[in-house]
Each structure stands twice: as C-alpha cells, then as structure tokens.
C-alpha cells in the first residue's frame, strides 16, 4: 500500500507535474523508506553492498549507545538535583521548566534510581532538540536541492544526529535553529553540499552556538537541566580546582567513563563511544588510524605537561587517564575527527591529521584556562588543514617514487 500510494503521489513531482521543483522532497522521502529501483543499464558495473546511505544509517546505529545513554544521563542528572527538594513544592516550582512540567505529567516521579524515570524525563529535553534540528536542517536541504536541482543527499541524517548530542539539554530551541542554519548554510552548502564541504556542519553549529551564545553553552548553570541549579563538569572543576578535587570524589573516574557526569546531551559516555568505535572500525565506515593517533598525540601532549608540571596551572598535572573520560574527547575522537569528508584521505595524512588533534585538544584544555574543553577546536583547526597535510603526503610519496626509480 505504501509503495503504490508514493508511486500516485511521485507523478505530481516528476517532470511536468505541479510539484516539479519540490522533487527532491519526494525523492528523499522515498529513497528514505525504500531503496532506489534504479538500476544501470551500461557497463562498467560495480556490486557493493556499501552505500552512502548505508554509511549513514552504520553511523547511526554505531551513535545509538551514545544517545540512549545520553538521553537517560539528561534525566538522571535533573531528577539527582530536583529529588532532595520534593517536599518544598514552592521551591519546586521554581526550579521547573516546561519540560520538567511535561514530564510531571507523566507522573513518573522524579526518582533517579528509576531507569524508566531519568530515561522519560531525559527524552523530554532530547526530543525537542532533535525535531528542532530536522525540520530546520531539513528545510536547508530541500531547498538547496531544489534550486541546484539535485538529490536530497543522506549526509545531513548522520549531521542531524550529531547536533542534539553536542549541545546542553537546557539550550533554547530557537538558538538550535539558528545553530542549524549556520552550520548546514555556511558549514556545508556555501561549498556546494556534501562531500565539498571542508568543515565539519555538526562542529560549525556548536562553534556557532560558543561564539555567539556563550553563556547557555558554557558555565556551571547549563548542564544540568533544571532551572537555577548550578554543577561544573569535572573538567571545569579540574581546571578552577586541580586534580585533586577530582581524585578526591568519589567512583568519579568511573561515572565519568560511563556518562553519568553533568554534560552534553550525547557526549559524557566514553563506554558507549567505545561501543560505536567497535561497530564504525569492524564496519570500516570510520578509519582506526584516526582514532588511535588522536589518543597517541593527547597521550603523547599530556605526558609531556605532566612532566613539566606548574603550580600556577592546574591542568597541567592531569593525567592522561582523566583526559580521556572528561569532556568530549572520547566523542569527538570516534564520530567528529573521522568524518570521512572534512578528514584526509590518504592513510599517512590520517595518522598526522589524528596525532595533530590529540595534540591540540591537550594543548587547549591546559594553556587556556577559560577554555578547558578543546575538542571541538581542535577538529575544526584540523579540518582546515587536512587538505593541505594530505597534499604534501601525496607530494612527497611522488617524490618517493621518482627517486626510486630513477636509481
């Protein structure tokens, strides 16, 4: 029923119908459900089972952990926070937002042991975000489809993933929307679409949203999604504080390589990054070039400040272990720096471009105190200049090759 009802309806988009120019819409809606019935009719032909589309929807699926972990994270920090004041009604209705009010409805109760309640009420604030960020993203797409006469390309489904879990849960929609337009219209169709593009569109919306927005992207009132309450990451508490606050709390190490921290929405869980660096390396949709040089060069960086130390710079003295469980390193490292399009494309350029970044994520978070994150920097730094590293490595290989043989 399904395929005869778009069939009807695809004679009003194809050429000559009245919906001619929005064909793009219905192409993208179709080849969402089905797979293209287009098949070549001359040679050469290729059997593959990859497509993009079936890179996109193995990103996905590898994001999966992430966000449900990040999701049920949004929930549990807010009903850790809103708990203790259950008996004073009055200051309870201060603290609430009208996703909060939402999930009273559910009448869940605000219990954080509950996986049911911290997932619902975290769903609250992930939803909205997410519907945001496709209608606006899908808007874009559309319309630059439209008007270049092309496909809707299956790009922005991974990019319109990416932005919830890169933003704080309490972050206004209307911000999201801006964030979205900037970084689908000047991040990625200025250059001409997907696979032109040479910043990452997800990274350039979050670049947006620190630039322009910063007070409800950074501090210690944003990360927690009830109104008026305020808690640090531990990576600001690293930096305002030292590391000994940090080994001095409690099982932190390990609710920090869990996700159960105060953070992005998607970004806090290091084991579920893990299980999407399983599935995207075993898949081979991301390089594990990438992934390893980037944790050399961190690695690599903050041995070196540890061994230098300063008592001025707190940062200075974190361990590597902490760097990889805080912030969005773990994150960024497996979903944001192996982004196919924005990252080189030989192999030796990926292992410089990946060590560059682990470099520069450390080098941020510890000469910069009013910065302590660096992630997101650090990649958009790298997309700039992958093209460049990859032209000198093809540039020398050349070399190479004509001194060989030559001799």
């Known amino acids: 029923m399904l395929r005869k009802f778009l069939d009807k309806q695809g004679k009003a988009f194809e050429k000559g119908g009245r919906f001619e120019k929005l064909y793009p819409l219905y192409e993208a809606i179709d080849t ?99 519907i945001v960020t496709f209608a606006v993203g899908g808007f874009w797409e559309v319309l630059f489809a439209a008007v270049r006469k092309h496909e809707v390309n299956e790009g922005f489904f991974v990019t319109g993933m990416l932005i919830p879990m890169l933003v704080p849960a309490t972050i206004p929609l209307w911000q999201v929307a801006l964030a979205t337009s900037f970084g689908i219209v000047i991040g990625k169709e200025v250059f001409g679409g997907v696979g032109y593009n040479i910043l990452n569109p997800a990274l ?53 390589f869990m996700g159960y921290i105060p953070g ?39 041995t070196l400040f540890n061994a230098v130390g300063s008592e001025t710079n707190p940062m200075m003295a974190m361990p590597f272990e902490w760097h990889l469980v805080l912030g969005g390193f773990a994150f960024g490292t497996v979903f944001m720096a192996t982004d196919p399009v924005t990252a080189p494309v030989s192999n030796t350029a990926r292992i410089i471009y990946g060590f560059l970044i682990g470099v520069l994520v450390i080098l941020v978070r510890t000469v910069n105190p009013a910065y302590p994150e660096g992630m997101m920097l650090s990649i958009l730094l790298m997309n700039v200049f992958a093209p460049l590293i990859d032209y000198y490595v093809v540039k020398a290989h050349k070399k190479k090759r004509m001194a060989r043989y030559v001799g």
């Open 264 to 302: 992005s929405l998607g970004e806090t869980s290091v084991a579920a990054c893990l299980i999407g660096a399983f599935i995207l390396i075993v898949t081979g949709v991301a390089s594990w070039r990438i992934m390893i040089s980037v944790v050399a060069g961190a690695f690599a960086m903050s």
């Open 204 to 256: 350039t919306a979050r670049a947006f949203l620190f630039f322009a927005y910063a007070p409800d992207i950074s501090g210690n009132s944003v990360w927690v999604a009830v109104d008026g309450y305020s808690a640090a990451t531990p990576l600001a508490l690293a930096a305002e504080q030292g590391i000994d606050t940090l080994n001095g709390i409690s099982h932190l190490w390990y609710n920090s």
């Open 32 to 130: 969402f459900l089905y797979t293209p019935g287009a098949t070549s009719k001359k040679p050469s032909f290729v059997r593959d089972a990859v497509d993009l589309k079936r890179m996109m929807i193995t990103v996905v699926v590898a994001m999966t952990p992430a966000i449900l972990l990040g999701i049920y994270n949004a929930g549990y920090q807010a009903n850790l926070a809103i708990s203790p004041i259950l008996p004073d009604v009055q200051a309870l209705n201060a603290l609430t937002n009208w996703q909060t009010t939402l999930f009273l409805m559910t009448g869940l109760g605000f219990d954080p042991t509950s996986v049911i309640a911290c997932f619902v009420h975290g769903l609250m604030y992930y939803a909205p975000i997410l």
